[in-house]
């Protein structure tokens, strides 16, 4: 059964102890890059500094790209009821929220890969 999260943080300290994690990096590169959208993560990006990058880059694409960052949310996969979800929160929040969703469904997307 698939681990649930409940923060960014814990999931990548999985992802890291399960050896997944530049997997993860990996499988975040692609979805950027299917959605004609660049994310610069180097093998060796700690995961403060992913956290840190993938949240800027959701924040902007919020702000500036929204059309770009709606694309982001379908090669994602991330379900339209869950991103529909948090609207309310304030605009912050927001970026910390997506980047929360994003990580756990590509991480969904990895660990599938490696069960089977």
Known sequence: MIP?????EELIKYAQSHQ????LLLQL????????????LPPDTDPE???????????FL?????????????IVDLPETTAGKITT????NISVHYTFLILKR?????????QY
């Open 62 to 74: 919020i702000e500036e790209k929204f059309s770009d960052f709606l694309n982001l949310l379908y």
């Open 20 to 23: 997944l994690y530049k997997d």
């Open 89 to 92: 929160l304030h605009e912050q």
């Open 4 to 8: 649930e999260f409940k923060e960014s």
């Open 49 to 59: 500094e992913l956290k840190y990058l993938l949240q800027k880059n959701i924040q």
């Open 106 to 114: 590509v991480w969904q997307k990895v660990w599938f890969r490696k």
């Open 29 to 40: 590169k692609k979805d950027f890059s299917l959605a004609n959208l660049t994310i610069d």
